[in-house]
């Protein structure tokens, strides 16, 4: 039966997705015609947006674009592909592949590590395509689900073995993550050559016009939450006994975007449902998707994501119809606790007596350049390293499972190539997202300007005697959001070239949204005004006063409670 709020929105007009999922044909469009097209090296009509089901979105170098134009010359369309790779992990041996992919068919010849532990290539031309797809195919991998309306690249806490549980998290992670890909046969015609199958395609989860939008899972082992659930539609949080997940806390509706000047647009925390036990985690999952898929806003994109339809409809009732849809009942959340979000940079030992070495990416971007050569000196490990990389939701990469053996030959590596510098603790905790040239939405810098940025906040910092502190600090190009500025201390998000609002109050577990202080404001008003900031930090904060915690208390900015009301106030 559908409720009165479900016939409210299917009076009002579908939004043009609705209508391109609808008639794509299960994905399909007609992008083998376009691929065929040689006059345009981009995609036309519906399949611009289609192809980002198969994990690419078409962009044009921005540097470039008034150049072209005055040239009279198309846009430099190229398309980013993002992997899909659940939990971060990658065999170090397939990386070879993916750093020569890089080298020869992207325009910049870099790899980028993304804040959802996978990576990202920017630059491959259309003709290019089948050939990253069926390279990635090679080496076990796709791109399946990674944008779009479908649920995203499932992150997990990034714990190289550690313990069994993070094992068994990781694991989990893989199995929701194959569990709610979209089941259509398209990907694999298009990219893969296969043969179209004549039996009808069905998606049992996600439905003939997929999800109303992205979705994002996660999957945390506490204390840490390095993958910031806060941010995410659907959590699992491990509740262990004896070394082994009995069962989850399942919290849902976080999400981060809003647009400039929309009141109706607001970041949201994930909230607590229950405790479920672990036998009915895909259930649950099951559940709560097709909830979404069935009552989230096909309207509006600007008000289809979860946390929207949790408010639409009340959380109790969103509840009690994932307890219908999966038949259990949530118990009461059980007790957890966080500690922390960053990574642990360093050699760590785990539980086989194998090393694991976590290193610090510059933005996320494997490259090599002036200051550094961290492509080659990664592709030098992958050569001869048996164990994985993992990528972490911090852009950064952890070199796990190192035999005694090779781990002087890998720290002879790490050496030579300089991969393992001293960093301060702000640029570790630092992130921004990928922003100019690529980004067709980016309002302001980001990953080009984070690295000058965060040295003029160590500055700030020395000047005070705070330098060996640690502050979140994160950029955004835009009120999206992709670098979690919305979760950081102290959080940058673009308004137009060279001017940012500032936010600041978030905490260092990432369970508290930060509140605008000064909004459109230049690159040198930013520093005067964190200047101010952290000079009373460093003279009347508590003993161990995170920066974010005291910018409340002494009433900087207020405390958002409920981001719906407190948020634009
Ligand atoms: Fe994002 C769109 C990059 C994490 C919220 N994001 C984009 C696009 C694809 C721009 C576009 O639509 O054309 C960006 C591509 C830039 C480029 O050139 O690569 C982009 N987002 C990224 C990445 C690469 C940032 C990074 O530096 O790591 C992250 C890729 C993650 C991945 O591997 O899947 C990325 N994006 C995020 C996050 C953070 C997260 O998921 O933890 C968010 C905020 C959390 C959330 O979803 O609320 C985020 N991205 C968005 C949004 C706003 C969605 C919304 O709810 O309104 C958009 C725009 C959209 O979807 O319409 C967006
Ligand atoms: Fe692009 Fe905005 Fe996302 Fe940055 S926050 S990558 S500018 S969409």
Known sequence: MESNKQKKNIKKKMTDAERIKENSNYLRGTITDDLKNEITNGFTGDNFSLIRFHGMYQQDDRDLRIERHEQKLEPRYAMMLRCRLPGGVIQAKKWLKISNFADKYTLYKTIRLTNRQTFQFHGILKKNLKRVHQMLHEIGLDALGTANDVNRNVLCTSNPLESLIHKEAYEWAQKISNFLLPRTKAYAEIWLDQKKIFTTDHEPILGRTYLPRKFKTTVVVPPYNDVDLYANDMNFI???????????????????????????????????????????????????????????????????????????????VFKKEIEKRANIYFEPIRDYNFISRGDRFGWKKDIYDNWNLTLFVNNGRICDDNHNLFKSGLFEIAKIHEGNFRITSNQNIIISEISQYNKHIIDNIVQSYKLLNQTSNLRKNSMACVSFPTCPLAMAEAERVLSFFVTQLENIMLKYHVDQEKIVFRISGCPNNCGRSLLAEIGLIGKSLGRYNLYIGGNQIGSRIPKIYQENITEKEIFIHLDNLIQCWSKERNIKEDFGDFVIRKNFVNEIINPISDFWN
Not at 252 to 267: A, D, Y
Not at 288 to 314: C, E, H, L, M, P
């Open 238 to 316: 491990a509740i262990t006994k004896k070394n082994k997940i009995i069962g989850f806390n399942v919290l849902i509706g976080g999400g981060l975007s809003f647009i400039h000047g929309n009141k109706n647009t607001w970041p949201f925390l994930a909230q607590e449902l229950g405790y479920i036990s672990v036998k009915n985690t895909l259930l649950v999952a099951e559940a709560i998707v097709t909830t979404q898929r069935d009552w989230g806003n096909r309207t509006d994109r600007s008000n289809a994501k979860t946390r929207y339809t949790i408010n639409n409809f009340g959380l109790d």
